[in-house]
Nanobody, 123 residues
Framework: VQLQAFGRGLVQAGGSLRLACAAS????????MGWFRQAPGKEREFVAT????????RYADSVQGRFTISRDNAKNTAYLQMNSLKPEDTAVYYC?????????????????WGHGTLVTVSS
């Protein structure tokens, strides 16, 4: 499965942005979807994950209550709605997929990755 993330942008602190991860090649119905990010000079970190039918989601503590992950299997797309953005959310965001596991917060569990999309939050 090929993944492509959309929605890069520059927003002010407190603003919102929605990222989309469009999949092609295969249906994502049997795949767990995740979002990760990497800030300048830092390691990649987990942001959010969603199970196959969208009923189970998990978030990093740093984004809990501000970010929402969702998916539309009919459109073969996953989303990350980001609200109340902070300058520390500035990073390259990556979407990822893994086949047929419950959910995972570990990047190494994911075997399909999209190219990152840059999100910049100004103070």
């Amino acid at each position: 499965v090929q993944l492509q993330a959309f929605g890069r942008g520059l927003v002010q602190a407190g603003g919102s942005l929605r990222l989309a991860c469009a999949a092609s090649g295969r249906s994502i119905r049997q795949y767990i979807m995740g979002w990760f990010r990497q800030a300048p000079g830092k390691e990649r970190e987990f942001v959010a994950t969603i199970n196959r039918n969208g009923a189970v989601t998990r978030y990093a503590d740093s984004v809990q209550g501000r970010f929402t992950i969702s998916r539309d299997n009919a459109k073969n797309t996953a989303y990350l709605q980001m609200n109340s953005l902070k300058p520390e959310d500035t990073a390259v965001y990556y979407c990822a997929a893994v086949y047929a596991v419950p959910t995972s917060v570990t990047g190494s569990d994911y075997n399909y990755w999209g190219h990152g999309t840059l999100v910049t939050v100004s103070s």
